[in-house]
């Protein structure tokens, strides 16, 4: 009788083991969610998630200029400490090996046009308001973006939905990662 108590015991042990491992595991090509940090450890510990896959440059973009939230505006700051809009755009996408001109003006000519409803996470986003000729900001998608406001602000969120945003809006970029300097 113990011996078939323990192999029915042994039996239940792989059937959950698999059953925890099917679980985990997408179906066949289904799209992986992204997971909100990614290592690429190829030597992972026993029930430790598996490597996933290394984050794209509009993701690397997001997560640097959300990792900036509440730094201050500073007119020519483009490092931890004070960002104007186009710094901050600069430093997130130097951190995701791209580069772009370091002003807005420039960064208006880099990379691709795309459409208002084409915006997705890691995009520039332009805009002109009343306190500025030109600004710019990167989508964290939706309507939402990231930016240095101006001075005596803080970069923060807002929405392309909401005013002064939505009347100002003028285009929106995607910068490709192509190995070679893009924009002017």
Not at 84 to 105: E, M, Y
Not at 129 to 138: E, F, P, R, T
């Amino acid at each position: 009788m113990r011996v078939k108590s323990a192999s029915l015991a042994g039996l239940w042990a792989v059937v959950s083991s698999l059953t925890l491992v099917g679980c985990a595991m997408h179906p066949p090509n289904a799209p992986a969610t992204a997971a909100p940090a990614r290592t690429g450890s190829s030597n992972p510990s026993p029930g430790a998630p598996g490597p996933t896959a290394p984050l794209n440059a509009a993701e690397v973009m997001v997560q640097t200029a959300t990792a900036m939230l509440g730094q201050p505006y500073r007119f020519g700051g483009a490092e931890p400490g004070g960002f104007d809009c186009s710094g901050l755009v600069s430093f997130a996408a130097q951190s995701a090996g791209l580069r772009v001109p370091r002003t807005a003006k420039d960064q208006l000519q880099a990379g691709v046009r795309v459409g208002r409803h084409e915006v997705e996470p890691g995009d520039l986003v332009f805009m002109r308001l009343a306190h500025k000729d030109l600004h710019v900001g990167i989508s964290l998608g939706g309507q939402r973006f990231i930016h240095a406001p101006a001075r005596g602000g803080r970069v923060r969120i807002d929405s392309l939905a909401a005013m002064p945003y939505s009347a100002g809006f003028i285009s929106a970029r995607r910068i490709v990662a192509s190995g070679r300097a893009l924009g002017p």
